[in-house]
């Protein structure tokens, strides 16, 4: 598959088919995604890859957490801003409202939105999932190379005829995390990774997302045209 294609066709699928993914194909795709930069060459991510009855004991407990007392449980970094603006707060809207339109979710149905939102913690029924942490001690650059790191994931994963959601929701539930996994003092629960063969069936599947156009967030200068300021 042309890089281009991987690129494009990636996308975040929210349900998976059972059928399991070879080991080696995962090495494979973690081997690929290695080659991601960092400054100095630090490379200061780490993987914890589960599938199995591991992946359904950390499913079950992180489950019971978020359904039960979700409120005992918080990040170690943030993720979203505390104050919404614009034009964020209305992509943010936007993409919401189209995936529960696409899963015939009313916008006052609290209970099916809230099911669909625990569907992170079985990572979307996919059969293996990456826990992705990052060493507290690094600083903000660091977090710029792991998620440099974590697209190398995605879009190498497509190369390999799979399919992925990158999922900052397992953040929330660090601790429950480190109760299965055997994560450093120093690890930050950056995102899980859900990762399987795509269910073509789902509904929540055939949603794609818009991006802006390029001259929507580019500039250019120095080219021999009068260049359009962007606002």
């Known amino acids: 598959m042309h890089v281009d294609e991987a690129i494009q066709s990636r996308r975040s699928v929210r349900r998976f088919l059972h059928t399991p993914v070879p080991l080696k194909v995962i090495r494979h795709i973690l081997q690929i995604a290695s080659r991601a930069p960092s400054g100095n060459n630090i490379q200061p991510w780490r993987v ?28 170690e970094y943030a993720y979203y801003p505390t104050q919404w603006v614009e034009p964020y707060l209305g992509r943010r809207r936007q993409n919401g409202f189209a995936l529960y339109e696409v899963l015939g979710i009313g916008r006052d149905d609290r209970q099916r939105r809230e099911q669909q ?9 996919a059969p293996v999932g990456l826990l992705v942490t ?36 397992f953040a ?60």
């Open 48 to 75: 914890h890859v589960v599938t199995g009855e591991v992946r359904q004991a950390l499913c079950r407990d992180i489950l019971q957490a978020a359904s039960e007392a979700a409120e005992r449980h918080q990040a």
């Open 117 to 125: 939102m625990l569907r992170n913690y079985s990572f979307f029924d």
């Open 134 to 169: 990052l060493d507290r001690r690094l600083n903000t650059g660091s977090y710029m190379d792991v998620g440099m790191f974590i697209e190398n994931i995605l879009v190498a994963a497509r190369a390999q005829g799979l399919h992925t959601c990158a999922q900052a929701a």
């Open 172 to 231: 929330t539930f660090h601790a429950i995390v480190r109760e299965h996994l055997p994560l450093n003092e120093d690890d930050i629960l950056v995102c899980g990774i859900a990762l399987g063969h795509e269910d073509t069936l789902a509904p929540e599947n055939r949603l794609l997302t818009e991006r802006q156009p390029v001259e929507a967030f580019a500039s250019f200068h120095g080219f021999g045209e009068t260049p359009e300021r962007v606002c």
